[in-house]
Structure formats: C-alpha cells, structure tokens
C-alpha cells in the first residue's frame, strides 16, 4: 500500500505535504514512491530512539540512495519544536 501524502496550503514557493511514518518493513518502496510524486525532500520529526524503534534507522542512506535529500527536526512527543530552530 502506497503511503497517503497530505498537501499543506502555503504562501511560499514550493510545495509541502504531511505524511504518516513511512513503513519500516516498506522503507525503499514507500520512499521510492515519494520520490515519482515529485518529493525531493523527506523531513522526519521522530526523535533518533523514536525512529530506530519503528525501523526508520535506515532512512538517511536509503533517501540518499533515492536521490531524496534527508533532514533531521526531532520533536519530542507532545512538544513543539523551537521557532528558532526549525526555521533553520
């Protein structure tokens, strides 16, 4: 099953979509399919521990190997990410 991608409405150049985790078990395949909708960037939220823990440990070599560029912002559950820095 392929993942379901959510568009963001913005005023700003580009394109934003929001998306459950990508599949551990699925990781290339639910990546790959990311990447033929035009996706050239995944930003993951999970904090490092978080990520391992569903299967996600992978995703930055296997975006890389995808040609996708990887970014880290971890928040922590029920937290907000620092304006500041996400901004970054």
Do not use: N, Q
């Not at 409405?9 to 990781?27: I, Q, T, V």
């Not at 975006?63 to 559950?77: H, Q, S």
Request: charge should be negative.
């Amino acid at each position: 099953m392929k993942p379901s991608v959510y568009p963001v409405d913005l005023d700003a150049p580009g394109r934003l979509f929001l998306m459950p985790k990508p599949s551990g078990e699925w990781l290339r395949d639910d990546l790959a399919h990311l990447a033929t909708l035009g996706v050239c960037v995944v930003v993951s939220l999970l904090e490092p521990d978080e990520a391992r823990e569903l299967g996600l440990g992978d995703e930055r070599p296997v975006c890389a190997d995808l040609g996708l560029t990887f970014l880290a912002a971890p928040i922590p559950d029920r937290g907000l990410p620092e304006a500041d820095a996400f901004a970054a």
